[in-house]
């Protein structure tokens, strides 16, 4: 008998699923462009090589300043400005929701209204990251986020609904109660599942950006007739989410590994009970027995206020209530719930479900059966339809052939975001080459800066070989005439003024003298005669004398 059973587990996301990641998108690490709605993130790498010097300089003149909010409001306003040129060095397209675009215009730069006192509130905007595989950006569903899952279906199944034994028993005690031990025999630890990567479409994005509301679940008015609204939808309350998109047919790879117990020789003490080894197929019965009441429960509530897509509706209840059904009883697959806002009833089990309501300010928190508000994915925080439930995944064990109605629906559903893919991916491909170019002429112009100052650099290293090889009173005439204010005044000039000022005596007079008649001569001004009839108007020819006869002395 074999010691382990290994199963190739097929995920499909149904719906929006979001695992948190502690990490967040920045407005100083992503920009969504106006066109389009398409959010791109960067590193701080990216964002240097998009920008120009002009730009470096004004962004670290900005970083500079008082750290406080209006200086991040500022790096805010200065990366959206230059978003176009960030494109090219950014991450592939990310789809927001068109109220996700909207508050991102309204709000990007800017800070939100002011508190008590007059204190300013900056919008930062972030958006919370799904998890994610940092070598590649892809999304990827966590092993222990599904073995979680896959824990409170067949806890619940154990428990087979029955209320608790005792009612101070805390969770912990009733797991190990309901699984019949601690460490070493709790029946998880027989139970391996690996991360699910992504292996979902290029042609499609794999996340889209949404916003998580909150609505009642069930009508309540007040005195007036009118409804009442959740306290976080009245208080405008929302959260900005990455989400998986439920767009692609079987998206992700994972896998499932079952430890056969009964193949080791053991001290049975340390071993989970047989009845708690179970095969992949108890799996899958524990997980729809658990899940799909709470499906369909959570379907027809959400059908009733009239929140949900209607053509998504429809297609699950085709789906559930076609093929798909068939191959779920069978054990062939199952559905799990995943992620934030799950909804309190995934969480816990039938029979001992107690689920902790906060009450308003002030107020001691009350338990009940269920929450009295659900958390739906919305493209606008503003509305009450066309919502989806968050986190429904479809896992297949061993898929030997796909489940054609399921995958010709995503397929088709997603059309225009393979369209809209392509488009943002066209673009980004352009602003690539743009900036590219940029770059390579940036290049050639620090090049041709660099050759000058090494020219240049050469130039004044052969000068200094030059003046350092000249005699003293050859350098001190170099010094003179490099000191020389007047640009249009002969080098000769300057040097016979110094003659006359009596700034040398006998050898280094005579030394000045000689290269001033040298100067003369190379500019042919040096003229002892003269063919004017009146000598004295020839300027050369009267300095000529002049010079000679200082040379006399």
């Not at 429960?297 to 509706?313: A, G, I, P, S, T």
């Not at 000058?452 to 003046?467: M, P, S």
């Not at 000598?535 to 010079?547: A, C, G, M, N």
Request: aromatic share 6%; hydrophobic share 35%; proline share 4%.
């Amino acid at each position: 008998m074999s010691f382990l059973k290994h199963y190739t587990l097929k995920f499909t996301p149904l719906s929006p699923v979001h695992i948190g990641a502690d990490e967040s998108y920045e407005p100083g690490n992503y920009v969504i462009d106006d066109e389009a709605g398409a959010l791109y993130s960067f590193d701080s790498r990216a964002a240097l090589n998009g920008l120009t010097d002009s730009d470096r300089q004004q962004l670290l003149a900005i970083a500079n300043g008082k750290p406080d909010d209006k200086m991040l409001t500022n790096v805010q306003a200065f990366f959206h400005k230059q978003r176009e040129k960030l494109l090219a060095f950014a991450m592939p397209p990310i789809p927001t929701a068109s109220g996700v675009k909207s508050l991102y215009e309204k709000r990007i730069g800017k800070t939100a209204q002011h508190e008590g006192q007059g204190k300013r509130v900056i919008n930062k905007l972030e958006i919370d990251r799904t998890s994610y595989n940092p070598s590649d950006g892809k999304p990827f569903l966590p092993g222990s986020s599904i073995k979680g899952a896959i824990r409170t279906a067949l806890l619940d199944s154990v428990n087979n609904g029955k209320a608790l034994i005792d009612r101070n028993e805390r969770n912990q005690q009733l797991q190990e109660r309901l699984f019949d031990g601690k460490f070493h025999t709790d029946p998880m630890r027989l139970v391996s599942i690996g991360d699910a990567c992504w292996q979902g479409q290029i042609d499609k994005p794999a996340c889209q950006v949404q916003f998580a509301v909150n609505r009642k679940r069930k009508p309540v008015t007040n005195k007036d007739g009118k409804l009442v609204q959740s306290q976080a939808e009245a208080s405008n309350l929302y959260q900005l989410l990455e989400c998986i998109a439920p767009q692609h047919y079987q998206s992700f790879t994972g896998s499932l590994t079952l430890h056969n117990a009964q193949s080791v020789t053991q001290d049975n003490r340390k071993l989970p009970k047989q009845q708690l080894q179970w095969t992949a197929k108890q799996i899958a019965d524990a997980c729809n027995a658990f899940y799909m009441g709470l499906f369909w429960q959570e379907l027809n509530d959400m059908k009733d206020r009239e929140y949900l897509q209607k053509d998504w509706v429809k297609q699950m209840e085709q789906l559930l209530e076609g093929g798909l059904i068939k191959r779920l009883n069978n054990g062939e697959a199952f559905l799990l719930r995943v992620g934030r806002h799950s909804g309190g009833e995934a969480l816990t089990l039938n029979g001992i479900r107690s689920i902790k309501i906060m009450q308003g300010r002030g107020e001691k928190p009350i338990w009940e059966k269920q929450p009295k508000t659900w958390w739906l994915a919305a493209d606008d925080i503003t509305n009450k339809q066309n919502l989806l439930p968050f986190g429904w995944v479809l896992v297949e064990i061993d898929p030997k052939e796909p489940d054609s109605a399921l995958q010709q629906w995503l397929e088709t559903s997603s059309a225009t975001s393979a369209e809209w893919m392509q488009q943002q991916l066209g673009k980004q491909n352009k602003l690539k080459q743009q900036a590219e170019l940029r770059q390579q002429k940036e290049q050639e112009r620090i090049h041709a800066e660099q050759q000058q100052a090494e020219e240049t650099r050469l130039k004044l290293e052969a000068e200094q070989q030059r003046l350092a090889s000249l005699s003293p009173i050859d350098q001190e005439i170099e010094t003179l005439l490099k000191d020389n204010k007047d640009p249009n005044k002969k080098s000769y000039l300057v040097l016979l003024e110094a003659v006359k000022a009596n700034r040398w005596d006998n050898e280094d007079r005579k030394t000045v003298l000689l290269r001033i008649k040298a100067d003369m001569e190379k500019m042919g001004d040096w003229k002892p005669t003269t063919q004017k009839k009146d000598p004295s108007k020839d300027k050369e020819h009267s300095r000529t004398l002049e010079i000679l006869k200082l040379m006399d002395k």
